[in-house]
């Protein structure tokens, strides 16, 4: 197992955890995080785009000019495409962009996401992360202490003070362990893990 110091909001060591090598030490495959978080990525989109045809635009059906005799080109309706404000031509349909991934593929890539931050030294354990009031100055002062940006943030429970803390702050995410994911874990520089959430991450990831 990895053995891993544990910090308090002061950036000061005060013990150390041991990690299960089956969560935070899998072998890293790239192919396998960049099939997840694609899928996360299209299960995001809408899929509503739908633009007007021609039969949907508010223009006359009439014919604009008779067919011969104007010197003009030949011509149908105002609503064809060729013609602006006329309908769109083989535009986009409403469609389901959903992938669906395997529960235990979803498990996999988050084990290796924690198992990446842990190997580039960019996994921090905290003892706790209560701050005293609800402010964003105070929080913000933490983040400075460990000299990070674009931070997860990863709680055992609700933290009110920490998620209204933090609310304001745009480069740093704060989730609680149930939400756990390996987008977002990769989409963030530093990943930190209050202590008391390790047992319940380990727990929910073992396969």
Known sequence: MAVVDVYNLKREKTTQVELRDDVFAVPVKKHVLHQVVTARLLNRRGGNAAPKGRSDVNRSGKKLWRQKGSGRARVGDAASPTRRGGGVAFGPVPREYR???????????????LADKLKDEKLVILDHFNLEELKTKSFVAVMKTFAVRKA????????????KSSMNVPWVKVMRYE?????????HDHLFLVQAAIPKIEEALII
């Open 99 to 113: 992938r669906k991934i395997p529960k235990k593929l979803g498990k996999i890539a988050t084990c290796m996401a």
């Open 152 to 163: 997860l943030i990863v709680t055992e429970s609700k933290n009110e003070n920490l998620e």
């Open 179 to 187: 939400g756990l994911n390996p987008y977002d874990i990769l989409n």
